[in-house]
């Protein structure tokens, strides 16, 4: 299990960049949620896009992964997603769950969660779920498994994770995160939206999700998807690709305007 807090990932200038991502592609998807891979064929959506992602390569980000996979990452952008968390929805939040969900098997893979604004006392924030003592990966696995074999969905009441861990097993950390901060974890971590009742003003919050291109789950291999990763020869630093019918290919400006990519890797 990994999982890391960095304080201040983006400074002012990046995340002005990434809130203005971020209030573009909310507003254009009428919903709490976006994903980049969703809006990434609309040429206007790509630019604002383009430079959410040149600041997450520029950031620490990239590297941390590289620590830990020995390269650094693919931004999977069907599922690098923007979130809006009203103080007062509490359908929008999302119980406690795994990013396996993402991934299906140990692959390489880190999502580094990035609220937009301060989180944690008036803003809905993230819970990661502490084990207090030693749990057996399978403990978590077996009940996520029979969750996707049955059909059912893949989280779990408070209840189910006290099952898991044991009522004195577990604590549920709420993050103190600034604007620009991160949370740093693997498919194996645990967590939900925070629960805070007393929240009184929104939140928006980036999910970067990075995978090894030449080490992709045998389900992300298997999907159709949009991707992007560094490349020193293009102007903007970044190529984007896309993957379809078990084919990777780089894709230029052009040829992605009005692309159709089914799939969410
Ligand atoms: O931002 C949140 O409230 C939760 C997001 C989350 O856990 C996820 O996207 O996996």
Redesign the pocket.
Known sequence: MYFRIRPTVFEPAALADLQACADELIARARTHRASLGSYLPDASARVLITAAVRRFYASELPALFAERFGKRPALSLGIT?I?Y?APDAPAN??EW?L?LNFVYDDSPFM?A?VPLEDVGTTR???EVCAPTRPVAPAALFTPWLQRIRSGRTPVFTDGEVEAIFGADGFQARSLSLSAGGAAVFDQFVL????DLTTATEPRR?F?FRMMDLDALSDWARRTDGLFCREAEGSPDGIEFLVKAGGTLRVAAGPELDGLEVSGSS
Do not use: N
């Open positions: 997603t979130r968390q939040r999302v769950h990013d999502v969660w809905i924030g993230l967590h939900r939206s925070q919050s999910e």
